[in-house]
């Protein structure tokens, strides 16, 4: 019996040795890897990049406007009457104050010789009057009523001429005049379309930027356009725009001002603005893809003596590729422009220069 509590104690004795051996040897070769990882050299990150270098930069947006005349108008008839001649031809240019329409003005000639020759009675009248006036054959009342008589007729007089005049359709300012609504003996009215006026030289182009533009446009800023079905590069001047931002679009509508003096341009034309903003010498440009945004700002990776350092960098312009750096970095720096959300600060890395 004794001989068989001894065999167990002797069983469990070596079982406790190898366990114990086991687990030695496990923590002295995990002592040594941890000791060789840290002693170990660590490789280095293969990463793309570019070094910094300064040109010049032009920046502009782009945005659709509409070609307008510089001038246009509805030609319209003062009066209801029937037309009696129409003196210009479809699609012909005209001059300020040239005749186009003359509508029926008998009916007015005729008030008007009536009311002339009342006119020249009531003088003749208010002149003997007069005359009676001043040897006090009359008195002061008799005299004013043939005068008020006289003034009123003078008055009607007058209302008439001005009636005529508007049996006289006249352009009311150079321009091309298009295609008539009306013939000769149609019945006109103030709502009768009879022609559309318009002045293309020089001609108006209309567009709208949006709002973190508008303290970098000015009057007199020159910009450039093109319309369809060619390739010609039109130029025009800013020279007006709205005091306040339209708050439903958050844009700002400006006019510039073009030449057309062959008359290519149309208004209501599609156009295709280039607004310029800015021109700066010597700037710093450094791909998009290299920045990072942060709480506070913008940071970049440049690699220095091999390892990654992080540098904070300030800008407010950016183009589809490229961000305008205003400070931060130095001509020459070299700009890691890939894996810059696997580096870490101060991680050694291994710059292929694009």
Request: no cysteine; proline share 4%; charged share 20%.
């Amino acid at each position: 019996m004794k001989t068989k509590y001894i065999i167990y104690a002797a069983i469990a004795l070596l079982l406790g040795y190898l366990i114990y051996n086991r687990l030695a040897k496990g923590k002295e070769s995990a002592s040594k890897g941890m000791a060789a990882g840290k002693g170990g050299p660590v490789p280095a990150m293969n990463v793309n990049g570019v070094i910094v270098t300064t040109q010049d930069f032009s920046n502009a947006v782009s945005v659709s406007g509409t070609l307008e005349a510089n001038e246009q108008v509805q030609i319209r008839s003062e009066i209801s009457g029937l037309v009696r001649s129409i003196n210009f031809s479809e699609g012909s240019t005209v001059s300020k104050g040239s005749l186009l329409l003359k509508i029926d003005d008998r009916e007015l000639q005729a008030q008007l010789r009536q009311a002339l020759t009342k006119e020249k009675l009531a003088s003749e009248i208010e002149s003997r009057a007069r005359k009676l006036l001043k040897s006090e054959a009359i008195s002061v009342e008799e005299y004013d009523n043939a005068n008020a008589e006289l003034r009123s007729l003078q008055a009607q007089t007058q209302l008439i001429r001005a009636q005529l005049s508007k049996t006289e359709v006249r352009a009311p300012f150079s321009g091309k005049i298009g295609l008539r609504a009306i013939s000769n003996g149609a019945y006109v009215t103030p709502t009768t379309e009879i022609a559309n006026l318009v002045s293309i030289n020089p001609l108006k182009i209309s567009f709208s930027v949006p709002e973190k533009y508008t303290q970098r446009v000015t009057i007199g800023t020159n910009i450039t356009f093109t319309v369809s079905g060619t390739s010609r590069v039109f130029k025009a001047k800013v020279y007006a725009k709205e005091p306040a931002i339209d708050i439903n679009t958050r844009t700002l509508v400006l006019k510039a001002i073009a030449e057309n003096s062959d008359g290519y341009l149309l208004p209501g034309t599609f156009a295709n603005v280039s607004l310029p903003l800015e021109n700066i010498k010597n700037a710093i440009l450094i791909p998009t893809e290299a920045v990072i945004p942060v709480l506070k700002g913008k940071q970049v990776y440049i690699s220095k003596n091999g390892l990654a350092k992080v540098v904070d960098i300030e800008s407010n312009i950016r183009t589809e590729r490229d961000i305008l750096v205003s400070s931060g970095l130095s001509v020459g720096d070299t700009v890691i422009t890939s894996g810059i959300m696997a580096i870490k600060p101060d991680a050694p890395v291994k710059v292929k220069i694009n």
